[in-house]
Every structure is written in C-alpha cells, then in structure tokens.
C-alpha cells in the first residue's frame, strides 16, 4: 500500500489549472488521478488578495487498496465532512471520487453514501429570468435619489484610486449609466487598467458602489457603472459574436458553445438570437462559468 509520500501538493490560478498540472506532471488523465483539494482559491476584490488554489494528487495505480471512483459530479457542499471541492472537473468529463491522502486507509464500498447523492442534471433550456436577468428587473427600480448618491459615492472612490477622471451621466431615467472618462489621453488609457479582464474589475466596482450605496440609503439600490464606455463596446462585440455563431450553427448544424459570461451579457446574446430562424439558445453552467450555447432549431 502507497504511503503519504505518494502524494504531492500542486498549486494554480484555479483548481482546474492545479489539476492540469498534476495530469501532466504524472501522465495520466483526470479519471486516473486521486487528489484532495486544500484550498479552491480566491481571485481577491480588485485583482487584491488573491490566494492559489492548492491540492494533493497522486495517480490512482500508485494507491494500493483505493476505493473505485464514482463517474458522477462530486457531492454537495453540505454533506462533505470536509471543505467540498467546486466544479474540479471539466463540464463533459465524470469528475472522479476525491480520496483523502491517509496512510492504511480501510477499503470502502463501491455502493455510494445514501447521503451523498450525485446533482441533479441541468435543465436544458435557460429559463425566462436568464434572458430578461435580475439586472433588467433592478435597474427599472432606479431612482434619481440612488444615481446622485452613486455618482457622489463614485467620485470619491476614483478621486481615492488617484485616477485623473470624472463621472458623466449617460441615458435616462432608470437606463441612466454613470460613466468613468478620462479627463486626458493619458487618464484614458490608465482607466483600462480598471476595467479588468472580460470587464472583471468593472463588474467588482459596480458591485462596491452599489453596497456602499445600499448602506447609505437604507435600503436595496443599484445603479450601472462602466468605465470610458466598455459596456456599449462589449456588447456590440457579444452581438456580432452571437450572429458568427448562429451563422456557424445554421452551417454545420452542431451546437456552439460561447465564452462564459455575465447575466447581462448573455442576455445580449439571447436578444439578438431570438427568433433568429433555425437556431435558439440556452445557457449552460454555474456562475461565473456560466455560458450561452447555441444550438440548431
């Protein structure tokens, strides 16, 4: 029987990149490997203390005695006696059974726990709430009050982030975006480092206001932010990639499946698709890898 020793901690960016790295380091494929996750990993507020995903893998032919592997998804959060790991393995692939790394650890039985049964299948049309999300039904309860104390409490955050900027006021009434611009060349091609990845800080500093701004009121408030007009050149961008797809989809009559994306940007993707003829869309996965598939009518 393999000892600790047989193991070996592997680090990355997410748990799926530490598992890459533990594949490759041993040769195997993911159903060949038994692991434990340490720690999933956190992407921090702002690109700000963001910590590693950790675990320990070794491959399943060097574990004497091992239980077999279920094919299904792991079990819920709730019931695991220890931190349970997020979605490790890859959407198409039976995620394997994790295996703590103990030492003359007794056989199990192949017959899974009463208690920790697999999910449950996903549904395989997005409901309505994805194509008109929370963020449309949210932004229609905008008020003038929440777009004053969102502007001011904006200007403090940017005047603090020692950014040459200013808040302007784009569209009307529940519609209207507090926009971030620069006040120079120079201030606008800073701003692009606060936009983020895919929008990534853009998104964490709406979310920032928008609690300030709750706490400020009293009460629930949301306004939109974005930054030197990202969002109206994202969502052109998203447009133009939907109908790629559904071209491609109407060509080969094999489903294509989207980058992931927020609930507002899948929601541009479902508005210019529908009623789009031989094609329909529907979205796929769990936040924040969730994602539109485009498939043949």
């Known amino acids: 029987m393999a000892s600790e020793s047989a193991y070996q901690e592997f680090t990355g960016k997410s748990v799926e990149e530490a598992l890459k790295i533990a594949c490759e380091t ?11 996750i340490i720690a999933p990993g ?18 399943a032919s060097a574990i004497a005695g091992s239980a077999p592997k279920r094919s299904t998804e792991p079990a819920p959060r709730a019931a695991a006696p220890r931190a349970a790991a997020p979605r490790d393995a890859e959407p198409r692939e039976a995620a394997p059974r994790e295996a703590a790394p103990r030492a003359a650890r007794p ?5 899974p726990r009463a208690e920790r049964p697999a999910r449950a299948p996903r549904p395989e049309r997005a409901p309505r709430e994805e ?18 104390g969102g502007k001011e409490i904006l200007e403090t955050l940017i005047k603090h982030l020692d950014f040459e900027a200013e808040i302007r006021l784009s569209g009307e009434g529940s519609e209207t975006v507090l926009n971030v611009a620069g006040t120079s060349p ?19 500093i709406q979310h ?21 007009e990202y969002r109206g050149r ?28 927020t609930a507002l940007e899948r929601r541009w993707v479902h508005m210019e698709l529908q009623g789009a003829p031989g ?19």
């Open 26 to 36: 041993f040769k195997v494929g993911l159903a060949d490997l038994d692991f434990e």
């Open 42 to 59: 956190s992407k921090g507020v702002l690109g700000m203390g963001a910590e590693p995903a950790r675990i320990v893998a070794a491959p």
């Open 107 to 111: 056989e199990r039985s192949a017959a």
């Open 131 to 148: 194509r008109e999300p929370r963020e449309r039904r949210e932004r229609s309860e905008t008020t003038p009050e929440m777009i004053a």
């Open 186 to 204: 120079e201030a606008v091609e800073e701003l692009g480092s606060l936009i983020g990845r895919r929008g990534e800080r853009l998104q964490a």
């Open 208 to 228: 920032l206001v928008n609690l300030m701004l709750s706490r400020k009121l009293g009460e629930w408030a949301r306004v939109t932010v974005d930054i030197e």
């Open 234 to 261: 994202r969502e052109a961008q998203l447009r133009a990639l939907a109908r790629k797809a559904g071209e491609r989809v109407r060509e080969t009559g094999r489903a294509v499946q989207l980058e992931p994306m």
């Open 279 to 297: 094609i329909a869309t529907e979205s796929a996965g769990e936040e924040p890898e969730r994602r539109v598939v485009v498939i043949p009518a």
